[in-house]
């Protein structure tokens, strides 16, 4: 059995549940037996960053030495603050080295894992047209305007998967997304014992 390199991208102001929750499922995973399924680290494009809430982490990789990812998780979080500025994905939705990378990635990768908002940083990279998706249920309306060819934008789902792209709805959905990944990859036991290791229904 192979092990998986699995990527968490990470940048100011990314939500903390949704790099945490898919980076918890995928590390726990299969670690009661004798073979570790996934490698799972953390990237962005410099050594320090702030999440929501002023919580102060440093990813493990920049993206000039990250080794070569199967699965990249796409995290999101962010907005508009009241004086205009824009912070997490919608910063980073204007950040050309963030979006090259994520292009560049995409064409090694087996799969690419969406978390909330990051769906907006898949369809500014260039990598949403013609599929199904789904984001955070306040992001539907934006997401149409910057994702104009996207096949369908589906609302009041969890998961959307496409085959090497799988979309998730807002933060905690993250995780079920994890788990609909580990499914498909490691099959539906692998999944529900690591479920049940972490007490998660």
Known sequence: MITRNVAILLFDDVEVL??????????????RGKHIPFKVYTV?????IAAR?????????TFKNC?????????????????????????EMNNPTLLNWIKRMSLTTEHILSVCTGALLIAKAGLMEDLSVTTHHLAFDE??????ATASIREG????????????????????????????LLGKEVAEETAAYIEYD
Do not use: Q
């Open 53 to 61: 809430n002023g919580l102060m982490v440093e990813p493990t990789y």
């Open 18 to 31: 949704d790099f945490c929750g898919p980076f918890e499922v995928f590390s726990v995973t299969g670690r």
């Open 143 to 148: 997401l149409r305007k910057v994702a104009p």
């Open 157 to 184: 789902v969890r998961i959307v998967d496409n085959g090497h792209t799988v979309f998730s709805a807002g933060v905690a959905a993250g995780i079920d997304a994890s788990f609909h990944l580990v499914g498909n």
């Open 67 to 91: 080794p070569t990812p199967d699965i990249l998780v796409v995290p999101g979080g962010g907005g508009k603050r009241k004086d205009g500025t824009l912070f997490g994905t919608r910063k």
């Open 44 to 48: 962005a494009e410099k050594k320090k």
